[in-house]
């Protein structure tokens, strides 16, 4: 730390310096990231809300009633009539919260001390920090042909130490959804919590089913379903960091609480104390102000560009590894490995891909600051390197 105040143009100079060298998502080189620039109307609302927290409701009682009516919402969208639950960090600490809340009912509740969940292989990797922080056993469950859970699989793997089971909706690396339906099921008649990652899909699945889109019933519907983790800051447009966390029942909330004497209320069911309301009520404007019918022709754009990327890959000589479910393409070059073709992908242009690792494959992720302009350079340079 320096001994004597810096000028504050003197320090904004320096910031501008340390700015430029990030990437910007309008730069459209930004292909491998579930994440995308906050909305203008997003970023003004946030500012406002800046000092707020969360984390000692009664000092921001407007601030914790709009995080309430948001939860409500996102619960609403998700066929829940009555949802409990917070707006956190991301989809990281929502899993968390969501095992942690398994874990402790399992144990309140079955006895059961040394925990197992059964997740699939394509699973976040939020899943191993919850399984580490909380002394759980991950028990893998097997994939079919077309990369997504395998239900028998399950079957198999459930015994009396299973206190979680963990389906994915929009999986971080295809985006793909597991069935779903069938897995509730499967946890009703065992009376497991079941947890639906849809941190990805939850802001876009009910969307552009709104459209006429066709997708097996994935949320609160289904009666087996027990919390579910939908990120705001992803298709919804919120500033980072907005992740929700969604659960069925009050008592999932309240089997995590402990006590906090010294605050405005008594007991504190999220991970982290201080939580900022900004990224919540931004959130809230923004379910406000684009409503159904905005964030359905969104979803629907993604789309189109989606199955646009598709067909041109296809057209080049490309392989797609699986018929598109949501807004993200997996390929590979015939010849060149994934991390080749990536590199040589930054190379050229400074296109920031990512590779997937099961399969291997290059992940692009059709998000709002990729345009069709975007794209039709990216395949351009697909070609030279073809």
Request: net charge negative; proline share 4%.
């Amino acid at each position: 730390m320096n001994d004597l105040p810096i000028d504050e143009e003197e320090i904004l100079k320096e910031l501008d310096a340390i700015q430029s060298e990030d990437l910007k998502y309008s730069g459209g080189r930004i292909l491998g990231s579930m994440c995308t620039e906050a909305h203008p109307f997003a970023k003004k609302v946030y500012t406002k809300f800046l000092d707020s927290n969360l984390g000692d409701p009664g000092l921001f009682k407007g601030t914790k009633a709009t995080e309430d009516k948001t939860i409500q919402i996102i619960g609403k969208l998700l066929n829940l009539d009555k949802a409990y639950g917070n707006i956190v960090t991301g989809g990281t600490e929502a899993n968390i919260m969501a095992i942690r809340a398994a874990r402790n009912h399992a144990r309140n509740y079955k006895g059961i001390k040394d925990g197992e969940i059964i997740l699939p292989r394509s699973a976040h990797f939020s899943f191993k920090k919850a399984a580490d922080m909380m002394n759980l056993k991950i028990v893998e469950a097997d994939l079919d042909d077309n990369y997504k859970i395998d239900v028998d699989s399950i079957k198999k793997k459930i015994t009396d130490k299973t206190v979680a089971i963990v389906a994915i909706a929009g999986t971080t690396e295809l985006g793909l959804i597991d069935p779903i339906e069938e897995i509730s099921k499967i946890a009703y008649e065992n009376n497991i919590f079941f947890h639906v990652d849809a941190a990805f899909g939850g802001f876009s699945i009910p969307f552009l089913k709104n459209i006429g889109y066709e997708y097996p019933e994935f949320d609160f519907k289904l009666d087996g379903v027990s919390s579910i983790t939908v990120d705001p800051h992803k298709m919804g447009l919120a500033p980072i960091p907005a992740g929700g966390i969604i659960f069925r029942k009050k008592e999932y909330l309240e089997v995590m609480a402990v006590d906090s004497p010294y605050l405005t209320v008594k007991t504190q069911s999220t991970i982290v104390g201080t939580r900022l309301g900004a990224s919540t009520v931004a959130t809230y404007a923004l379910l406000k102000y684009f409503g159904k019918s905005g964030y359905s022709k969104m979803a629907r754009e993604l789309m189109e560009n989606t199955y646009f990327l598709r067909d041109s890959l296809k057209e080049i000589g490309y392989e797609v590894i699986v018929e598109p479910e949501l807004n993200i393409v997996a390929f590979n070059h015939p010849e060149k490995s994934p991390e080749k073709l990536s590199d040589e992908l930054e190379k050229i242009n400074g296109w920031k891909v990512s590779v997937a690792n099961c399969p291997k494959a290059i992940r692009i992720v059709l998000m709002n600051h990729v345009t069709k302009t975007h794209l039709k350079e990216f395949l351009n340079d697909l070609k030279s390197l073809y």
